[in-house]
C-alpha cells in the first residue's frame, strides 16, 4: 500500500481511539500488516528494484508517496479539528512506520532489521504469492478508492 493510505488508516484509527494515543500506535501499526495483505500492484516493481533494473522508479514512486503522505497529514490538522492530535498523530507515525523500518533496512542494510524486513514481506507477499497481484495501474486505482473512502471518514 502507499505509505499516504497507511497514513490515513492511522489517522482514522487515532480518531477512534482518541484518549488512547498507545492503542492506536499499536492498532495502526497491526492495521499496517493487514492492509498490506491486500493485493495492490506493486509487487513486480519491488522485484524490477531488486534486481536492479526499476531502482529509479521505485524510488520515485516512494519519494511522491511520501510528499504526497506529508501534504496529507498537513491537510489535516489544518482543516480538521481532531479530540486529541496526540492519538491522531501516534495512529499516523504507527501505520507508516513498518515502510520507515523497511526503508532503512532496503538502504542501508542494517543487518539487526532483516528479521522485520522478513516480516513484512511475509504479510506483503501472503496472498499475492499465492493468487498473484493486480497490475500496476489497477493496483494504483483501487488504492486512490481505498483512500478516498478513509479520507471521507475522516473528522
Request: proline content about 3%; charged content about 15%.
Amino acid at each position: 500500500m502507499f505509505v499516504t493510505t497507511h497514513a490515513a488508516l492511522g489517522a482514522l484509527i487515532g480518531e477512534a481511539l482518541p484518549g488512547h494515543p498507545f492503542l492506536a500506535f499499536a492498532f495502526a501499526i497491526m492495521s499496517h500488516f493487514m492492509s498490506d495483505m491486500i493485493p495492490h500492484g506493486d509487487s513486480q516493481l519491488y522485484k524490477g528494484y531488486l534486481a536492479g533494473s526499476k531502482v529509479k522508479r521505485a524510488i520515485a514512486y516512494a519519494v511522491i508517496d511520501s510528499i504526497v503522505a506529508i501534504m496529507l497529514v498537513l491537510f489535516l490538522f489544518n482543516t480538521r479539528m481532531f479530540d486529541n492530535r496526540l492519538a491522531v498523530s501516534l495512529g499516523i507515525a504507527g501505520g507508516i512506520l513498518p515502510d520507515l523500518i523497511v526503508a532503512l533496512y532496503e538502504v542501508f542494510k542494517v543487518r539487526q532489521l532483516k528479521w522485520f524486513q522478513r516480516l513484512h514481506f511475509f504479510f506483503h507477499n501472503l496472498i499475492t504469492d499465492r493468487a498473484g497481484d493486480l497490475t500496476t495501474s489497477s493496483g494504483f486505482a483501487m488504492q486512490m478508492l481505498f483512500l478516498a473512502a478513509l479520507i471521507t471518514r475522516i473528522g
